[in-house]
């Protein structure tokens, strides 16, 4: 199977690596394609007309363009890691660096690797799987339908480590015909290792993106974990007990329930989609020595930890050169920009994903710094109405703190959040923004590290 269609283009680290290797090939990120004959099946789905469909109409079109790219059960043991590995390492231009990253995604380190010129390289990718007759609302019936495709793909793969991850509060459209297989490396792979021999001097650095996020999770075999629910609008109380925000949610979609019946957990792992699975760091350790490079852990907490450093990092870096550092640029889950980001002049801020606690921490943000003059938001929707979104009055608020301009980017407001559209809209209108500048040089490594190693949000572990 060819790896790149074992892969959701839908998914976090898919997303980051579109965006980042486009902008070292010099390139803009159009959001979901280029035209007609480069849509992804989401996109095309929903620039054939879904986006004017009736609601139940639109979900179902948006469900289904995600199913289309899932891998047919049957086929899950002919994935192989390494072919995975050469696809993401594919990427990118072979060139030498001055530092490369590997390990945890992250929005705001995409902001960081593209200032720097430099490639990154996921430790998780998401392997979207079909399946039948499980409701979005049975975790239990997920799990026992696909156990068996698990351990088929990790009977092949000695290398990785499953984390089978169910969200029917975030991803509840999108598992409704298919589970996802979130998949970590817990040994570098060869063609990862290929590529950063070939990409990185002696001298250079070799930074790991260690997020610390856990979660809870069953152990359903060696290396196969399940968890249930994720980082989000939803607490892990209440995907464990429920509550009334639950209850409410379950009747509005006729769920026949008052809260989820899961797996137990016994105990917490990193967590599936932005946790750092800490056995790489002994091959990254054994390679930096070999090669003469200096390994650096970058180590947080959570993923928006980072976002307002590499806001600030930004901001101090646009001074410098001579610019105002006033727009400010909030991007949401895997909808990035790196290349109009600083060809505008803007500072991103990026957001895990558009919930209540997100809106917080930006909220939080613009609390601690100068203001902006302008403040620009791209939301992503995923159609539901799930625990924890932030509604559009919520959106306008932090809008309100721009003192000359705070716009929606691409965002539909009375369409949000079924505005699908939105995802190609928000693209079109980065690029007419009116005042430009010239794409600046990279930003010297001893300057950004110098920077983030003094920062109480990040340990920063240098050796």
């Not at 290797?21 to 959001?31: A, E, G, I, T, Y």
């Not at 290396?223 to 379950?250: I, K, M, N, S």
């Not at 203001?371 to 938001?377: A, N």
């Not at 009116?434 to 010297?444: F, G, K, Q, S, V």
Request: glycine residues 10%.
């Amino acid at each position: 199977m060819r790896p790149g269609k074992a892969v959701a283009s839908f998914d976090s680290a898919t997303g980051m690596l579109r965006a980042l290797s486009r902008f070292l090939h010099d390139k803009d990120v159009p959001l979901l394609g280029q035209g007609p004959a480069a849509l992804e099946p989401v996109a095309a789905a929903l620039l054939g007309g879904a986006g004017r469909l009736p609601r139940k109409a639109k979900e179902r079109a948006y469900a289904v363009s995600g199913w289309a790219e899932a891998v047919p059960m049957r086929r899950v043991p002919e994935i192989r890691s390494e072919e995975l590995a050469g696809w993401v390492t594919g990427h990118y231009p072979r060139r030498p660096y001055p530092v490369a990253f590997v390990g945890s995604s992250n929005g705001a380190l995409v902001h960081l690797a593209a200032a720097l010129r430099a490639p990154w390289l996921p430790q998780t990718l998401l392997l979207p799987v079909r399946r039948r007759g499980v409701r979005p609302d049975d975790p239990r019936g997920d799990l026992r339908v696909t156990q068996g495709a698990g351990r088929a793909l990790l009977d092949a793969n000695p290398d990785l480590v499953l984390h089978h991850m169910h969200d029917a509060n975030q991803d509840r459209l999108m598992i409704a015909g298919m589970t996802y297989f979130r998949v970590k490396w817990r040994r570098l792979a060869e063609a990862y290792r290929r590529f950063l021999e070939e990409s990185l001097p002696p001298g250079a650095t070799l930074v790991v993106v260690d997020c610390g996020l856990r979660w809870p999770a069953t152990e359903v075999g060696p290396r196969h974990l399940f968890q249930h629910g994720a980082l989000g609008g939803a607490t892990r109380e209440e995907y464990e007990h429920g509550g009334p925000r639950v209850a409410g949610y379950l009747a509005r979609y006729g769920a026949g329930r008052s809260a989820w019946d899961y797996p137990e957990a016994d105990g917490e792992h990193p967590e599936a989609e932005w946790g750092f699975q800490p056995e790489l760091l002994g091959d990254l350790t054994e390679l930096a020595e070999r090669n003469r490079w200096q390994l650096v852990r970058m180590r947080f907490g959570e993923p928006e930890d980072l976002s307002p450093v590499v806001a600030d990092l930004y901001r101090s870096w646009y001074r410098t050169r001579g610019l105002p550092g006033d727009r400010l640029l909030v991007e949401c889950f895997l909808l990035l920009e790196p290349w109009w980001t600083l060809r505008s002049g803007s500072v991103p801020y990026w957001m895990v994903f558009n919930t209540d606690q997100s809106h917080a921490h930006a909220m939080s943000y613009l609390d601690d710094v100068d203001p902006f003059d302008e403040i620009r938001l791209i939301l992503f929707s995923h159609g539901v109405d799930s625990v924890g979104l932030a509604g559009i009055d919520d959106w306008r608020a932090l809008l309100a703190r721009g003192r000359k301009l705070g716009v929606f980017t691409g965002v539909d407001t009375d369409a949000y959040p079924r505005d699908f559209a939105g995802l190609v809209r928000a693209h079109r209108e980065l690029a007419r923004i009116r005042t430009t500048y010239p794409m600046p040089l990279p930003l010297e490594w001893p300057v950004a590290e110098e920077f983030l190693a003094k920062r109480e949000e990040l340990e920063w572990h240098a050796g």
